[in-house]
């Protein structure tokens, strides 16, 4: 509980402090940041699907273990791709059946907030 | 509900956590309903999947990572690279042939029961000298100031390893290799192997994949040992699936072995000389007809969740249809299989009602609706040590993980490494 209140406080200051960037720049570059973000991540949501399905193999900090791949250093990008193709059930390597597992259950928004959630939370 | 609009708010925030991680999580004691109070201390942290450890009596610790190699850890803290895999940069010397791949790569160490008089050690890797490759268990001389390894022999070079990839979840190549290298109190080596994927591993008599071998430290075949006939004679027992956790209780010197179940029952069996675990994958037999690749260990269904008693029906991780005098296991987890790995026996009187006890690392896997649990479990015996008498989830007093690796030190502590880089050091007191 406590460390759902701290995560919900760090991510309204986190919230004010983007807005405020974003105010502060100029008008091109507002542009360009809205451009680069094209939906609301639930911080929240991501990461009970991350603790819930992807801990125990890529590891707490999405560092890698085992035969299962470092995502952390990927781009959402990167992750979203890869997941919605094991969404559509495609086998891309030895650990599929396990991904097509997980992602078969996951919604466009999951996908959006696990992808972000796994490419920044751990920097 | 909490919103974040933009990447740079969300690495602040991910920051911001880290801190509040860190701040929150040093050492300490903690007392929980079933457990010994214990303390943790990180030993050593951003490794590259360790694998093993093993100790001598001053706190020396050899440790194996994987996909890089042998190190040593000194008592006064300082580590020295060893031996690397294939080119791995950083290491006193390397050995060209071994790879990682997959499940594969460095595994198992032990020190020799007289390195004091001999400086031996005993390292299992994956090796690409041999065409297809193979597992080796390799022996070497380590130095006096230990800074380096030399006189490579490998003594079992024989172990099968999967080249290709298969059909099967988790079907890359160097699946299910075993991996641990362990001493009896007699002083006889025990090396645990794996069925790669192969239905015709684990029965065969030949083959030394699915097996425990029980050999002296040249690589030959303990004398005594009594597998059926026509069998390799440094088989001690037979049809496994894939053995990652070998100890020897303390008091009537049993091997016991932890392993991983299919899509169900992980087990743990007292072995018996010459004894089969009733393992056999193979199709069109004990019921079942073909199966992907040949290899029925993950059948049926196996792309989906399915109740894990129907799975054990069709694929028993212990066969007595077939192999009636098949070794009995004494836990099998409730059905499930979730990667248990090692065992090791806790001593000492700080352990309390633990004192005796096994203790198994389970790394998590979390498929079709299977509970993730990652733990280490307890596992008490009876009075005849012939059986399980309970199972307690040890409280942890740090983030669980893939727990890769059990080790009792000669400090009394329970060392566990964790696939994602960190060996720890559990204390029992506070």
């Known amino acids: ?66 035969s299962y791949p470092k995502l952390s250093d990927k781009t959402p990008e990167y992750i979203a791709e890869k997941l919605k193709i094991y969404r559509s059930g495609k086998k891309i390597g030895p650990n599929s059946i396990l991904m097509i597992s997980h992602a078969k259950k996951l919604s466009d928004e999951d996908i959006a907030n696990i992808s972000v959630y796994v490419a920044t939370a751990f920097d | 509900m909490s919103h974040v609009t933009s990447f740079s708010a969300l690495r602040m925030g991910a920051a911001l956590l880290a801190g509040t991680a860190l701040l929150s999580s040093p050492a300490f004691a903690q007392n929980g309903m079933n457990t010994t109070s214990l303390q943790h201390e990180v030993v050593l942290e951003g490794l590259d999947n360790p694998w093993d450890m093993a100790f001598l009596a001053d706190g020396t610790m050899l440790f194996t990572e994987k996909c890089s190699g042998l190190s040593v850890r000194l008592p006064d803290g300082t580590v020295n690279a060893l031996y690397g895999v294939g080119e791995t940069e950083g290491y006193a010397s390397n050995g060209s ?62 172990v099968p390893y999967k080249m290709a990839a298969s059909n099967h979840p988790f079907g890359g190549p160097g699946a299910h290799n075993g991996g641990r290298v362990r001493f009896d109190a007699n002083g006889h080596l025990f090396l645990t192997t794996g069925d790669t994927h192969n239905g015709q591993v684990p029965q065969s008599p030949t083959m030394m994949g699915s097996k425990v071998l029980r050999i002296d430290t040249d690589g030959n075949a303990n004398a005594e040992n009594s597998p059926p006939d026509g069998f390799d004679a440094r088989t001690y027992t037979y049809g496994h699936r894939n053995v990652q956790g070998i100890a ?150 740090m983030e669980s993980g893939r727990f890769r690796s059990v080790v009792m030190g000669p400090d009394g502590s329970l060392y566990t490494s964790i696939d994602e880089g960190t060996i720890y050091k559990l204390t029992p007191g506070g």
């Not at chain 2, 018996?272 to 199709?283: E, I, K, L, M, T």
């Not at chain 2, 509970?371 to 009075?383: A, K, S």
Request: proline fraction near 5%.
């Open chain 1, 1 to 66: 509980m406590l460390r759902n209140c701290v995560l919900t406080m760090l991510m309204i200051i986190c919230g004010f402090a983007a807005r405020a960037d974003n105010h502060a720049t100029d008008a091109a570059a507002e542009d360009s940041d809205t451009s680069t973000v094209e939906h609301v991540v639930d911080l929240e949501a991501a990461e009970k699907i991350f603790r819930k399905s992807c801990r125990a193999c890529h590891g707490n900090k999405a560092q890698g273990a085992a």
């Open chain 2, 248 to 397: 020897f209780h303390p008091e009537t010197g049993a091997a016991i072995t932890a392993e991983h179940g299919p899509w169900h029952s992980d087990e743990i069996t007292i072995l018996q000389n010459g004894g089969n675990a009733g393992w056999d994958p193979r199709p069109n037999m004990a019921g079942r007809g073909d199966c992907p690749d040949d290899y029925c260990g993950y059948s049926p269904n196996q792309e989906d969740g399915m109740n894990r008693y129907e799975r054990a029906a069709f694929m028993s991780m212990t066969d007595f249809d077939t192999y009636p005098d098949a070794m009995p296991p004494i836990w099998n987890n409730n059905g499930w299989s979730q990667g248990t790995s090692s065992a090791a026996f806790l001593e000492g009187d700080a352990w309390g009602d633990w004192d005796g006890a096994m203790v198994v690392g389970i790394m998590g896997i979390g498929f079709g609706g299977t509970p993730i649990g990652q733990r280490i479990d307890v596992i008490q015996f009876n009075d005849d040590n012939t059986d399980v008498e309970d199972v307690t989830e040890m409280t942890l007093p």
């Open chain 2, 97 to 158: 042939d071994l790879f990682c791949e997959g499940q594969a790569g460095m595994m198992g160490v032990a020190f020799d029961p007289d390195f004091d008089s001999n400086r031996r050690i005993y390292v299992y890797s994956t090796s690409n000298m041999s065409d297809p490759h193979t597992n080796r268990l390799m022996r070497f001389t380590l130095s006096e100031d230990f800074t380096g390894v030399a006189d490579r022999t490998d003594i079992v070079d024989d």
